[in-house]
């Protein structure tokens, strides 16, 4: 009768191989990120002195002082070049905005500091070229519109968070937060950077604002007002004030309205005939 074999036993991997291994992949991964980052600067200096994204792969090379073949063994070509640049500013500004948007008092106020800076960093800096944003983003916008949305995530996943927290506070209704917050951020963004409004036959800018109560009236109804936003507020819905006013008489008592039309009945006996249907003239 044969011995039934035993079963082979898995002998650990010693603990130094798992030290030596990691540490060799530690250093490994950190000459790649500095080489990258080495490519990602002579781009940046690239564009800065040209002014425009028009430049070669061999010359991001040679500003990097590193070899073609390094280059390829990171990138695909110059286009994923510039989605790395045109992502990490998205991800450094949305840190920024995070930050900043943190001294609101509450959800909404938060909200509001965020489209104010949003619209600000997206408005055309005078006399300042940003060709990665004006030439290069543009035209992702059309022919890769998906890599657009991924680049923008982390500044959607904040907004998203923000009306998710306003609604939760009850100052904002929202079925679909995150839809919410894309529109939002797309209406900051593209007012930022369209053309003036025009009004008879002068242009006038559209300010950050307008675009807030615009945004605000869409999450609340224009029920909700802060005081942060009461001044933009009064002046952008001042004509809901005369609404108010007009219904204000429907609501008088009977009583009232019985001792309203005895004063009326009263004057009409003191007016002659002939002048009871026409306005006094002035003195």
């Not at 959607?156 to 506070?169: C, I, Y």
């Amino acid at each position: 009768m044969s011995a039934v074999p035993a079963e082979p036993v898995e002998t650990p991997e010693p603990a130094w191989r798992q030290r030596a291994v990691e540490r060799s992949t530690r250093a490994a991964k950190l000459r790649a990120e500095q080489r990258v980052q080495r490519f990602l600067d002579a781009a940046q200096e690239l564009i800065a002195d040209k002014g425009t994204t028009d430049f070669t792969v061999q010359e991001i090379v040679e500003r990097s002082r590193q070899s073609l073949r390094s280059f390829y063994q990171h990138f695909d070509g110059k286009h994923e070049l510039l989605l790395a640049l045109f992502e990490d500013a998205l991800s450094r500004s949305a840190v920024e905005i995070r930050a900043k948007a943190a001294t609101g008092r509450d959800p909404l106020e938060k909200l509001r500091i965020a489209v104010d800076l949003l619209f600000h960093s997206s408005e055309p800096k005078s006399g300042a070229q940003s060709p990665l944003f004006t030439d290069f983003a543009i035209q992702l916008l059309v022919s890769h519109p998906d890599q657009v949305a991924s680049a923008h995530l982390p500044l959607l996943g904040f907004f998203t968070e923000l009306v998710e927290e306003a609604v939760e506070a009850g100052q904002a209704v929202s079925p679909k937060p995150r839809r919410t917050a894309s529109l939002i951020m797309q209406t900051a963004m593209f007012t930022a950077r369209a053309p003036s409004a025009p009004v008879g036959a002068h242009p006038s800018p559209i300010s950050a604002e307008e675009v807030w109560a615009f945004c605000l009236g869409g999450i609340t109804g224009g029920a909700a007002r802060t005081d942060a936003t009461a001044d933009t507020a009064e002046e952008t819905a001042g004509a809901a004030a005369p609404v108010t006013a007009k219904k204000a008489p429907a609501k008088r008592t009977s009583t009232a309205r019985k001792t309203a039309a005895r004063k009326t009945t009263a004057k009409s006996t003191t007016v002659e005939p002939a002048t009871a249907g026409t306005p006094r003239s002035k003195a």
